[in-house]
């Protein structure tokens, strides 16, 4: 069972609730601009934020506030998208669903986990908080909730031209283990277990 605060410093760290998808919305929306975009057909930034916020504030799929946790100091800074690998197919079921629906378009991106791994999918900081170790301090907290007290393993995705994103992870104890595709696009596929 996973705790659900940890406080370091100023900066607590907690799951997210239905009451910060507005700040969940906007911070993967950092992280995943261009993804979004191809997901709903359209260079449209409100749209893209838009769909984020329908589903950060739903239950059951992949990118609500049930499968995030948060960083706030007097607010919201930060949020972490991060799920079961095994759920991926369910959690992407209402997502195909609306996209469908809303943009006429049929969505099947790769699998961009599995089971066998915790993924994390996005996470974003807010830009005026960058550079402050935040992204750090929340990914070495998700390890010690994770990997190190519930023997899991976590995943992620890192793009080829975001070099210190790697070059952090791979300080954290995070390894190569392959690439992966999704829209397009090859990823390397990092785990720490």
Same mark, same amino acid.
């Given at each position: 069972?996973?705790?659900?605060?940890?406080?370091?410093?100023?900066?607590?760290?907690?799951?997210?609730?239905?009451?910060?998808?507005?700040?969940?919305?906007?911070?993967?929306?950092?992280?995943? *601009?261009?993804?979004?975009? *191809?997901?709903?057909?359209?260079?449209?930034?409100?749209?893209?934020?838009?769909? +984020?916020?329908?589903?950060?504030?739903?239950?059951?799929?992949?990118?609500?506030?049930?499968?995030?946790?948060?960083?706030?100091?007097?607010?919201?800074?930060?949020?972490?998208?991060?799920?079961?690998?095994?759920?991926?197919?369910?959690?992407?079921?209402?997502?195909?669903?609306?996209?469908?629906?809303?943009?006429?378009?049929?969505?099947?991106? *790769?699998?961009?986990?599995?089971?066998?791994?915790?993924?994390?999918?996005?996470?974003?900081?807010?830009?005026?908080?960058?550079?402050?170790?935040?992204?750090?301090?929340?990914?070495?907290? +998700?390890?010690?909730?994770?990997?190190?007290?519930?023997?899991?393993?976590?995943?992620?995705?890192?793009?080829?031209?975001?070099?210190?994103?790697?070059? +952090?992870?791979?300080?954290?104890?995070?390894?190569?283990?392959?690439?992966?595709?999704?829209?397009?696009?090859?990823? *390397?596929?990092?785990?720490?277990?």
């Amino acid at each position: 069972s996973f705790s659900l605060t940890f406080f370091f410093f100023f900066m607590l760290i907690r799951k997210a609730t239905p009451n910060d998808s507005p700040f969940i919305a906007y911070y993967l929306l950092l992280a995943m *601009e261009e993804i979004i975009y *191809e997901f709903i057909g359209e260079k449209d930034p409100q749209k893209a934020l838009d769909f +984020l916020l329908y589903f950060a504030q739903r239950e059951n799929n992949q990118y609500s506030y049930q499968n995030c946790w948060v960083a706030e100091e007097d607010e919201v800074i930060a949020a972490i998208n991060i799920y079961d690998g095994s759920q991926l197919s369910a959690l992407r079921k209402p997502i195909a669903a609306y996209i469908k629906m809303q943009h006429g378009k049929d969505f099947n991106p *790769e699998d961009e986990t599995k089971a066998g791994e915790f993924y994390i999918d996005s996470f974003g900081v807010n830009p005026n908080q960058q550079g402050k170790g935040i992204g750090s301090k929340m990914l070495q907290f +998700l390890i010690d909730e994770y990997v190190v007290k519930n023997q899991q393993t976590i995943g992620l995705l890192v793009e080829e031209n975001k070099p210190a994103a790697k070059k +952090l992870y791979l300080k954290l104890g995070f390894k190569s283990v392959g690439f992966k595709m999704l829209v397009g696009e090859t990823l *390397e596929h990092l785990q720490i277990n």
